[in-house]
């Protein structure tokens, strides 16, 4: 009913803003909640995008570009640089990104270049680069060491990625994109925005959502020890001394 | 078989921590001691961050050092007076390493004073049971007895004031240098995730002029009480304690230890101390060549508490 309504909303809102293009998109996700169990390797729920257009629309020679940019939980992160001190290496300089995606996925059909322009994409904030992100420190983002090192780390652990080839039109008005959770997503709310595109130009944009949760036995482990750390912390030593007990027991040799 | 460990936040082989754990169990079982300082590096080499693992493995070493109590205690070989006072000392130095432990991690400098910590102690310990342990072998060679020691050689220890003669022990000594050998044991165990056996069995040995028979059973009620104690601190404070991780760890641990207790017995004295010195170097050496050498990535992430 929720997302019923929100879709109302959207389209009519779009259709106030923007009556000349007549395009529709409706999105829909494979699951909108990702279950974090004890054999949680990673997910890949789905989404499917149709384009719905009716008499007003024109006529797209070019065909249409789809844009989909899941963004996870946001989170102040810590970077930190190594330097050499008297021989050994050590944690020196840091610097600190505030309020940035955890993850940070851009699927398109194709390179973004060829999609929209430097300055549309730079407008819409489109790519990881062209995500604002904020430090604790003036710094120019072209040439800062922390920054390429933080974005660097981040694509490394599979937490950002730019995929020119991610989005599969099955139709010229149907598309497809798997969005590739890694196990070590965080867990919390991803937001998916979908934007389309046609002759460089936007059309009309949806949103939907991901819920990463931790369920089961792994959510009661990780929500004790937030929660409940001293309790969690007696629970483990009983749990720890039962297990030297029951040792001493089965390998009794006297 | 993957697990996700819910506090480590990662997947892993649940056979490969499982052999981990009999793998240490087994050592810890031929050594006599507690095998902290082997599990923690190692989990630190599979990728587990050093805080988790330090504070996951003091829950392993209070299960397996359990066991050995249970173990001494039917044999009556633990002097519960003298644990004692180790345990005034070892209960303060678990509390004030955990309270540096916390701030370190907020400072970032927790992984570094790991690394030294394990260097520097690793080193100093495994090279000089190296030169005990050939020393020993050659003697053994020569035929000559080995060196005794003679309970009346008294240092500037047994001067000490605070006096207490422990019956079990049948030594009368000085509290002073039990509540110090204590708060260090407690100190470096609930920083480096170990439970300091193989330091203070020595210490009470050539120290305290502790008899052999209670010293192995008296130093793991210490390590048991700190380890427990470290456990608990790390869970409330720094939340940091994996049970799943730990869990799957005891349990090869426990078993482990079992038959490494059986090839202990087969193995003479000198030659059993010179491999552990031979190991325990090796890890010390592993830890100076990721400190010393330089890092493939000079650059960390790691994100604050999550804005939600």
């Known amino acids: ?254 | 078989m993957q697990i996700y460990l819910p506090i480590a936040d990662l997947p892993v082989n649940v056979f490969l921590i499982f052999a981990m754990g009999i793998a240490v169990g087994f050592i810890s079982g031929m050594f006599g001691i507690g095998g902290g300082f082997l599990m923690t590096p190692l989990l630190i080499f599979v990728g587990i961050s050093p805080a988790v693992a330090v504070a996951s493995v003091a829950s392993h070493i209070a299960a397996s050092s359990f066991s050995g109590v249970i173990a001494y205690w039917r044999r009556r070989a633990l002097d519960f007076a003298l644990a004692s006072m180790l345990l005034i000392g070892g209960i303060l130095g678990t509390m004030t390493g955990v309270w540096l432990f916390s701030i370190l991690r907020t400072v970032g400098q927790l992984d570094l004073t790991i690394g030294l910590s394990y260097l520097t102690l690793l080193g100093a310990v495994g090279s000089m049971m190296i030169v005990e342990g050939l020393r020993a072998i050659a003697r053994a060679r020569s035929g000559k007895p080995a060196d005794i020691r003679r309970p009346g050689s008294h240092t500037w220890i047994h001067g000490l004031p605070i006096k207490v003669r422990f019956k079990q022990s049948k030594i009368y000594v000085s509290v002073i240098p039990l509540w110090v050998i204590g708060f260090g044991i407690g100190f470096i165990g609930a920083i480096m995730g170990i439970g300091g056996g193989f330091l203070l069995v020595p210490a009470l040995i050539y120290l305290m002029r502790v008899p052999t028979g209670v010293v192995i059973g008296t130093s793991m009620i210490l390590t048991l009480v700190t380890m427990t104690g470290a456990t608990v601190m790390h869970a409330s404070t720094n939340h940091l304690v994996d049970a799943v991780l730990a869990l799957t760890l005891m349990v090869g641990g426990v078993i482990g230890a079992q038959f490494g207790a059986r090839a202990g017995q087969k193995i003479r004295g000198e030659q059993l101390r010179l491999l552990l010195g031979i190991l325990v170097l090796l890890v010390g050496l592993r830890f100076a060549s990721d400190l010393v050498l330089q890092p493939s990535e000079l650059f960390s992430l790691r994100p604050l508490e999550s804005r939600q």
């Open chain 1, 1 to 254: 009913m929720m997302r019923l309504t929100r879709l109302a909303a959207a389209v009519a809102a779009f259709a106030a803003a923007a009556p000349a293009h007549a395009e529709r998109l409706v999105v829909s996700l494979s699951a909108h909640r990702v279950l974090i169990n004890s054999s949680f390797t990673g997910a890949e729920p789905v989404l499917f995008g149709a384009v719905e257009r009716d008499a007003a629309s024109a006529t797209r020679r070019g065909g249409y570009d789809a844009v989909v940019t899941v963004t996870g939980p946001r989170q102040d992160v810590v970077t930190r640089q190594k330097e050499r001190v008297v021989g050994i290496w050590v944690n020196a300089q840091s610097r600190t990104f505030l309020d940035v995606p955890s993850y940070l996925v851009v699927l398109t059909n194709r390179p973004l270049a060829a999609i929209a322009s430097p300055d549309a994409l730079q407008r819409l904030q489109i790519g990881i680069a062209q995500t604002p992100m904020v430090s604790d420190a003036a710094d120019d983002p072209t040439t800062d060491a922390f920054r390429s090192a933080f974005l660097r780390l981040n694509r490394e652990h599979g937490l950002y990625r730019e995929e020119a080839n991610a989005i599969t039109f099955l139709t010229p008005n149907l598309f497809r994109a798997a969005i590739e959770l890694p196990a070590n997503a965080p867990i919390g709310n991803y937001e998916v925005d979908v934007k389309l595109f046609a002759d460089g130009g936007l059309l009309t944009r949806q949103t939907s959502a991901i819920e990463i949760v931790k369920v089961g036995f792994e959510q009661f482990v990780a929500s004790a020890a937030r929660e409940h750390g001293f309790a969690y912390g007696l629970a483990t030593a009983t749990l720890a001394l039962l297990a030297g007990w029951a040792g001493s027991i089965v390998f009794r040799r006297d």
